[in-house]
């Protein structure tokens, strides 16, 4: 599958109407960024099942800063509108396929318990 362009227009529909989407922030002016960038479509033909998108953070920058990319390459794993993963630096083909295999792996139901738990204990930290 090619990787989609994400922009700040359609960044929160491709999150909300995929189970699974892994997010490339890079720059066309970085070196790691383009040496990954192999790395990242090879993965992408490799798990059909998954969206692979990519954000220019030259062209995006609200999006980049809505999310506090400092470095890039950053990568982020969406599961379920859950962010499962996030971290600066390019990743070897072995690593990105394990960051994969766990984010597929993990059980979502006991993910999103805690999520509504750590909202819960918010909210009360409010009143």
Same mark, same amino acid.
């Given at each position: !599958?090619?990787?989609?362009?994400?922009? *700040? @227009?359609?960044?929160? *529909?491709?999150?909300?109407?995929?189970? !699974?989407?892994?997010? @490339?922030?890079? %720059?066309?002016?970085?070196?790691?960024?383009?040496?990954? =960038?192999?790395?990242?479509? #090879? %993965?992408?033909? $490799?798990?059909? @099942?998954?969206?692979? =998108?990519?954000?220019?953070?030259?062209? /995006? +920058? /609200?999006? $980049?800063?809505?999310?506090?990319?400092?470095?890039?390459?950053?990568? !982020?794993v969406f599961r379920e509108k859950v962010i499962l993963?996030? +971290? $600066?630096? $390019?990743?070897?083909?072995? =690593?990105?396929? +394990?960051?994969? =295999?766990? %984010?597929?792996?993990?059980d979502m139901a006991k993910v999103h318990a805690e999520?509504?738990?750590?909202?819960?204990?918010?909210?009360?930290? +409010? #009143?």
């Open positions: !599958m090619a990787t989609v362009e994400l922009t *700040k @227009d359609n960044f929160e *529909k491709t999150v909300n109407e995929n189970p !699974m989407v892994i997010v @490339d922030f890079w %720059a066309p002016w970085c070196g790691p960024c383009r040496g990954f =960038a192999p790395v990242y479509e #090879k %993965a992408s033909e $490799a798990h059909s @099942d998954v969206v692979f =998108a990519k954000v220019n953070t030259e062209e /995006e +920058q /609200e999006l $980049a800063g809505a999310f506090g990319i400092r470095s890039i390459p950053t990568l !982020m993963f996030q +971290q $600066a630096g $390019a990743l070897p083909g072995s =690593a990105l396929a +394990q960051v994969i =295999a766990q %984010a597929k792996s993990i999520v509504a738990g750590q909202n819960q204990a918010q909210e009360q930290d +409010q #009143k």
